[in-house]
């Protein structure tokens, strides 16, 4: 079945670690991207790719950084510059940016500062 | 710039109707999308209006108006299970990303 995956589930993080969130998908899209979502809020849009070895910055990309040096994969590393990192963490997928026929969400990661 | 308004809560009975509004502000237009996330899970794609109007998907149904800059997502019939929080989505400014707003939480009661 194709899909989006994100690992690990819970993560929980030292202060001054840098940690690492994976996402693959096989569902042979072009366009992926990392949102963060805090407790009774909305989707907050961290960074984006629209191919292989380019990316953008979203909103709030400081304190993070991607790499998509394949189709298949875009892990997300919350350094240490990141002062509230404790939130849940959902990569997408799409076709395209503009959403016609829906982004993919993977099923998150929830981090924790310990 | 872009900003976007929904309501923060609404609250319904089972086997009614409900109506969600979306306004927005963004340099160029793109299209609205809705997604909907049920509590600790991740969203799902709901509708996505390109043009003005009005789609329909089973009980959910989307509308767009373009030069109101203003939709609205309908949910009919509805049931315990489409308790979740919904959100507008349309593409971020200069054709990014797509920019959700803070969402609302529909409660449906018995």
């Known amino acids: 079945d194709g899909g989006i995956t994100q690992s690990p589930k819970y993560l929980f993080r030292k202060e001054g670690q840098n940690v690492t969130l994976s996402c693959e998908q096989n569902?042979?899209?072009?366009?992926m991207y990392w949102y963060r979502q805090d407790p009774g809020q909305g989707l907050r849009l961290i960074y984006y790719?629209?191919?292989?070895?380019?990316?953008q910055k979203g909103d709030i990309a400081e304190g993070y950084s991607v790499s998509r040096e394949k189709k298949e994969s875009f892990p997300l590393t919350v350094t240490s510059a990141q002062k509230n990192p404790t939130a849940f963490y959902l990569c997408?997928?799409?076709?395209?940016?503009?959403?016609?026929?829906?982004?993919?969400f993977g099923s998150g990661t929830r981090l924790t500062v310990v | 710039g872009q900003s976007l308004e929904q309501p923060s809560e609404v609250t319904a009975v089972e086997g009614a109707i409900v109506q969600i509004n979306c306004t927005y502000q963004?340099?160029?237009?793109?299209?609205l999308s809705w997604y909907q996330q049920h509590d600790g899970g991740a969203p799902t794609f709901l509708s996505y209006?390109?043009?003005?109007g009005l789609e329909e998907t089973g009980r959910f149904s989307s509308f767009l108006s373009r030069s109101d800059s203003y939709g609205y997502l309908l949910l009919q019939e509805l049931q315990m299970k489409d308790s979740a929080s919904y959100f507008c989505?349309?593409?971020?400014?200069?054709?990014?990303?797509?920019?959700f707003g803070s969402g609302t939480r529909l409660q449906v009661q018995p």
């Open positions: 997408a997928s799409s076709p395209g940016l503009r959403g016609t026929y829906g982004y993919t």
């Open positions: 569902l042979n899209h072009d366009a």
């Open positions: 790719s629209q191919i292989v070895n380019d990316f």
């Open positions: 963004t340099s160029g237009f793109y299209g």
């Open positions: 209006n390109g043009l003005d």
């Open positions: 989505a349309p593409p971020g400014p200069g054709r990014r990303a797509l920019t």
